[in-house]
């Protein structure tokens, strides 16, 4: 969707590396949230924020770190990569939490 | 947050109306259903939302007895182009921030739109 981009779209990276992963928005919205998506699993959300330097932890938050220093950015970092952090990630956004979620198009992160 | 159970899988036709019916029996004073579509490679797009009654857009209608334990989002005339995954969620709603902390997805209904 305009207004919500993730970066990159697709990685592949070795076991024990650091990742990060971007996702810009343009619509000044205040909650930005990280979510992965794994067959059989559905959305489990990682992180989210409320507003810059503010975040807080999802269900699956372990060996994930946050950060958002701007309103239009929101990394996500896996401080070390695993093989079962092989997912596709997806970003989130919304103006209000009484108003729908915009998705971006996701990031497939294979790790090997 | 309230639960929600929704049919795993949906087969219909070009050109039917579907209902795919999502329950939550312990759905809270607060909370309010959204529906998102999901299709291959994509992230989830917002359909529809409510509380009570009905709410129609462009896209879908959502129906939503009384007692709010359970909904319905009817998609009229459906094509091969709605062929998806549909989640049903339970949002918690209030004032701004009273629900920030993230939609809880299930599995989701797959419907299958065959020509």
């Known amino acids: 969707d305009a207004g919500i981009t993730q970066s990159p779209r697709h990685k592949v990276t070795e076991t024990g590396t650091p990742v990060t992963l971007r996702c810009h928005q343009t619509e000044n919205h205040r909650y930005m949230y990280w979510y992965r998506q794994d067959p059989g699993h559905g959305l489990r959300l990682i992180h989210y924020?409320?507003?810059?330097?503010?975040?807080d932890k999802g269900e699956v938050s372990d060996g994930y770190s946050v950060s958002r220093s701007k309103t239009e950015d929101f990394l996500l970092t896996l401080e070390s990569a695993t093989s079962s952090q092989t997912s596709v990630y997806f970003c989130?956004?919304?103006?209000?939490?009484?108003?729908?979620?915009?998705f971006g198009s996701g990031t497939r992160l294979t790790v090997v | 947050l309230a639960k929600t159970t929704q049919p795993i899988s949906m087969d219909s036709y070009e050109g039917q109306e579907v209902n795919i019916t999502c329950s939550h029996n312990?759905?809270?004073?607060?909370?309010?259903i959204t529906w998102y579509q999901q299709f291959p490679s994509q992230g989830p797009r917002f359909i529809i939302q409510g509380y009570k009654t009905k709410v129609t857009n462009e896209v879908a209608s959502l129906f939503i007895p009384a007692d709010r334990k359970s909904s319905t989002l009817s998609l009229p005339r459906v094509s091969l182009s709605d062929t998806a995954v549909y989640y049903c969620l339970v949002a918690r709603g209030g004032n701004s921030g009273g629900g920030a902390d993230g939609l809880t997805f299930g599995k989701g209904t797959h419907l299958i739109i065959q020509p």
């Open positions: 924020s409320y507003g810059v330097k503010d975040t």
């Open positions: 312990n759905i809270a004073t607060n909370d309010y």
């Open positions: 989130a956004i919304t103006l209000d939490t009484n108003y729908g979620y915009t």
